[in-house]
C-alpha cells in the first residue's frame, strides 16, 4: 500500500514539473532561449511606447569568418543587442494599422547615456543615417545602416510631424554586447530543485519509517 502511494505521488510531482516546464516555454523560456544566440526576434522582439509598438529585428551582414563557417546560420536576427559593429539592416513591422497611413522618417543616431530621465537619457554625438518620410502602407519599414564601430545607438522612428515625443519612436540599440540568452528562468529551476529535494525527503521519511517497523517487529 505505501509503495502505491509512493508510486502516485512520485507521478503526480513529475506531472506538475513537466507542465511547469511546457507552461514556461510557451511563454518565451526553455528551449527557444536556450541557443548562443538569444534576444532573438523569434522570442517575440515587441518594443513599445504609449502609443505605438512594433514587432522589430536586427540583422547584421555576416563577416568573412561567419560565411566560411556556415553560410546558412550566418545572417541571423538579432533585438536591440548586436555582438559587433558592421552593416546592419534593420526590420519594424508595424503593429498598429492606423500609422500605415502616416508618413514615417527614420534617424540613426549614435549617443551616450547621461543617467537622466527620458527624453534626457541620451546625448546625440552623430548621425549616422537619416531617410526622409514616407509611407509604409505594408507595415514593414526596412533601413540599413553602416555601423562603424561599437556603442550606444538609438534609430527612430519619426511618426508624422514628430513633434511630440511619443511620435520620436526610439529603439534603443547596444552594439558590441552579446546578445543575452538564457534557460529556464530561476523560478523553474527552483520549483525543479524543489520537487526533486521534496521527493528525496518523502522517500528517506518513507525508508526510515520502514526501518523503525522493522526494528519494532524484530524486537517482538
Request: overall charge negative; proline content about 4%.
Amino acid at each position: 500500500m505505501k509503495i502505491q502511494r509512493l508510486s502516485i505521488f512520485i507521478v503526480l510531482v513529475l506531472m506538475l514539473s513537466t507542465v511547469f516546464l511546457t507552461g514556461c516555454e510557451k511563454l518565451g523560456f526553455g528551449t527557444k532561449q536556450s541557443n548562443a544566440l538569444g534576444n532573438r526576434p523569434d522570442l517575440d522582439c515587441i518594443i513599445a511606447n504609449d502609443f505605438y509598438a512594433v514587432h522589430f529585428s536586427t540583422y547584421l551582414q555576416p563577416s568573412k569568418e561567419d560565411v566560411s563557417a556556415d553560410s546558412k546560420a550566418a545572417f541571423v536576427p538579432f533585438c536591440q543587442q548586436i555582438p559587433r559593429a558592421g552593416k546592419m539592416f534593420f526590420t519594424a513591422d508595424l503593429i498598429d494599422r492606423d500609422i500605415r497611413t502616416t508618413p514615417i522618417g527614420i534617424r540613426l543616431v549614435e549617443v551616450e547615456k547621461t543617467g537622466e530621465k527620458a527624453p534626457n537619457d541620451i546625448r546625440e554625438i552623430r548621425t549616422i543615417t537619416e531617410i526622409a518620410s514616407q509611407l509604409y502602407p505594408r507595415g514593414a519599414v526596412e533601413a540599413q545602416a553602416e555601423v562603424d564601430k561599437n556603442g550606444d545607438y538609438v534609430l527612430y522612428f519619426l511618426i508624422g510631424d514628430a513633434i511630440e515625443e511619443d511620435d520620436k519612436f526610439r529603439v534603443m540599440l547596444e552594439v558590441g554586447v552579446e546578445p543575452s540568452g538564457s534557460t529556464l528562468p530561476v523560478i523553474a529551476v527552483i520549483s525543479l530543485g524543489g520537487g526533486v529535494l521534496l521527493i528525496l525527503g518523502f522517500l528517506t521519511y518513507v525508508y526510515k519509517r520502514k526501518s523503525k517497523m522493522q526494528g519494532q517487529d524484530s524486537q517482538a
